[in-house]
């Protein structure tokens, strides 16, 4: 069965401060690793990664995967109140009937205080 | 203009009721999917349709049961609601692609409490 488990579960930090969200997965066909931002509402998409060692970057987001010890890290430079959401990890598998399907990880749930 | 759109976004209703979700997409998306968030916050995969063909039907009690119209529509029906049945249910959809991966959108939610 596919997993992914995130960490740590729950960060507080100062607004300005730089944090590192941790993601490791087991998936038996790996096809892709996405990160989405989860507010009040629905999960929103921010980075889908499928090639190891390749920097995604958006504003003061980053994220990287590591296809051979099967994890990524999720940045967040100069952190705002704004960023202070459930960040979640998924991986998507690509064999067979899976195809398409996507496992999460439980969630970082990340606080920033001003 | 939502992408994707359920409705209700809140439901409350009693044990033993019968409900149902709608989900309509209009990115020209040809899976969707409906997936369970639980109190612990986990998403979990439920069903997902390819042109309206199912093809992920995880351990789902047979009293939920999905149909789709079309490709833009995905309904979600449940019996005999139960109290573990509340949760937070999301309606997603991604286009199906061969060779990279695929980013899944998700709806904002239908809040469902039995009490």
């Known amino acids: 069965e596919d997993k992914v488990v995130q960490s740590p579960l729950s960060l507080v930090v100062h607004e300005g401060d730089t944090v590192t969200l941790n993601c490791s997965y087991e998936?038996?066909?790996?096809?892709?690793l996405l990160w989405y931002k989860q507010e009040k509402k629905a999960p929103t998409f921010l980075f889908m990664l499928?090639?190891?060692?390749i920097e995604k970057k958006s504003g003061r987001l980053s994220s990287i995967l590591d296809k051979k010890e099967l994890f990524s890290i999720l940045n967040i430079t100069a952190t705002q109140t704004g960023d202070s959401a459930i960040y979640l990890c998924?991986?998507?598998?690509?064999?067979?009937?899976?195809?398409?399907?996507?496992?999460f990880g439980q969630g970082t749930i990340l606080t920033v205080h001003p | 203009d939502t992408a994707v759109s359920q409705t209700p976004k809140y439901l409350v209703t009693q044990m033993g009721n019968d409900k149902s979700i709608k989900c309509e997409q209009n990115?020209?998306?040809?899976?969707m999917y409906w997936y369970k968030q639980d109190s612990k916050k986990f998403l979990k995969i439920m069903f997902s349709?390819?042109?309206?063909?199912?093809?992920i039907n995880e351990t789902v009690p047979n009293r939920f049961s999905p149909k789709s119209p079309d490709k833009a529509h995905l309904n979600l029906h449940i019996n005999s609601l139960e109290l573990g049945d509340s949760a937070v249910y999301f309606c997603a959809s991604s286009q199906r692609r061969q060779n990279s991966g695929n980013t899944i959108y998700f709806g904002e939610g239908s809040w469902l409490t039995v009490v």
């Open positions: 998924a991986v998507g598998n690509a064999g067979g009937t899976s195809y398409g399907k996507l496992t």
């Open positions: 499928t090639s190891s060692g």
């Open positions: 349709y390819n042109n309206k063909e199912l093809i």
């Open positions: 998936v038996t066909n790996f096809r892709s």
């Open positions: 990115l020209g998306h040809d899976t």
